[in-house]
């Protein structure tokens, strides 16, 4: 049919086929550059020789991890490290052409390269990162060995201003968050990460840069891709996720959790191991109770860890009799804060209550 028909259906069915086929390119002009792009930054991660650490992680102590089927490791992969962010398309940062910029409420205001952060002393801690959005009893939490430069060290060199009590982290796509200052400054090891598990950051989990801050929920500091740290206040500017309806700060609340046994385990009478995690970073924790059926707390065993700011592994040995039962876990943080009871859901600052299982016993 030629195009200079006057039949408006015929148009409509020329015009959307035309508008597919330029849509379909257009995706495929688009596909293409970001696989080009995700080969080349693939490649330049493959390039990067990490620095050795200037302070060294601690060892992991004999018996931190429990080697229990279904219990979650002590230290996660990188490739089962949960990820959760608002990119739809995974960003290709060239560690070449990346720079930090800290700026804003500073005296003295900085950029620097990739070069420039590796060429400073490195700090390699254990640390356990866990997001807001994880449910009671969810697996949004995960333990790793992250090699980076202190934020401390830079933003001592930036000198804040008097009331800049906000540091905005900004990702390459613009997302943001908002971390206190004085959390940043006041001795723990907040990184900008540039490692995790002994190799560069995997490009899901910020390559080349990003920022690790023990006892904070993720989504007010754990800003993937960074390239910029600008001093600012709470009054002043509210970060991504703040005029969505969560809290402007965002302490991590202890949390534990039970791996072993799961619902759908078949459960002999007798000797059951219970088993599972527990986290309350910054603080550490001091112990774990579990019970059954409404029945007394009974403390179970913690396993050692490398510091207050990972996770740790409990278990506990049940005598399990026929019959359905409901096992129940709380944890208790070192400074003798005890889970509540009260459930809660994620939104505004992070869910409580108590995780529970519930399993037959043949």
């Known amino acids: 049919m030629p ?4 039949d408006p259906e015929s148009r409509r069915r020329f015009l959307t086929g035309a508008g597919a086929l330029l849509g379909t390119a257009a995706l495929a002009g688009v596909g293409g550059r970001w696989l080009a792009g995700r080969r080349g930054v693939s ?22 991890d429990l080697s229990l089927t279904q219990l979650a490791p002590y230290v996660t992969s990188n490739f089962g490290f949960y990820r959760i962010d608002t990119a739809l398309v995974v960003p290709q940062v ?18 620097l390269s990739f070069a420039d952060l590796l060429a400073r002393p490195m700090v390699e801690r254990y640390i356990t990162l866990a997001c807001v959005s994880n449910e009671v009893g969810g697996d949004l939490v995960g333990n790793a060995r992250w090699l980076g430069v202190p934020i401390r060290d830079l933003l001592d060199e930036a000198e804040p201003e008097d009331g800049a009590d906000q540091v905005v982290g900004r990702s390459v796509d613009g997302w943001t968050c908002g971390t206190p200052t004085a959390v940043l400054r006041d001795g723990r090891d907040a990184l900008l990460a540039v490692g995790m598990n002994g190799e560069p950051l995997p490009v899901e989990h910020g390559f080349p840069v990003r920022m690790v801050v023990p006892g904070l929920y993720g989504y007010v500091s754990a800003c993937k891709w960074v390239t910029e740290l600008e001093l600012t206040s709470f009054a002043d500017f509210d970060a991504y996720w703040v005029p969505r309806g969560w809290s402007a700060q965002g302490p991590i609340k202890t949390q534990s959790r039970i791996d072993v046994p799961r619902a759908r385990n078949r459960l002999t009478a007798g000797p059951v191991t219970v088993a599972g995690v527990a986290w309350a970073q910054h603080r550490g924790i001091r112990r774990v109770e ?17 510091s207050v700011d990972t996770w740790v ?21 070192a400074t003798g804060d005890t889970q509540t009871e009260w459930r809660q859901d994620v939104v505004p600052d992070g869910a409580t209550g108590w995780h529970e ?6």
């Open 290 to 306: 579990v019970r059954v059926d409404d029945g007394p707390w009974r403390e179970a065993e913690l396993a050692p860890a490398v």
């Open 3 to 6: 195009l200079e028909s006057s």
């Open 94 to 111: 060239d560690p070449d052409t990346w720079r930090l910029r800290i700026h804003g409420r500073v005296r003295n205001p900085m950029t």
């Open 357 to 362: 299982v519930r399993v037959k016993v043949r």
């Open 43 to 64: 490649a330049a991660r493959e390039a990067v020789v990490l620095p050795a650490p200037a302070s060294p992680a601690p060892a992991v102590p004999a018996g931190a």
């Open 313 to 333: 592994q409990w278990s506990w040995r049940w005598e399990a009799t026929p019959g359905e039962h409901r096992l129940q876990v709380r944890a208790t943080d």
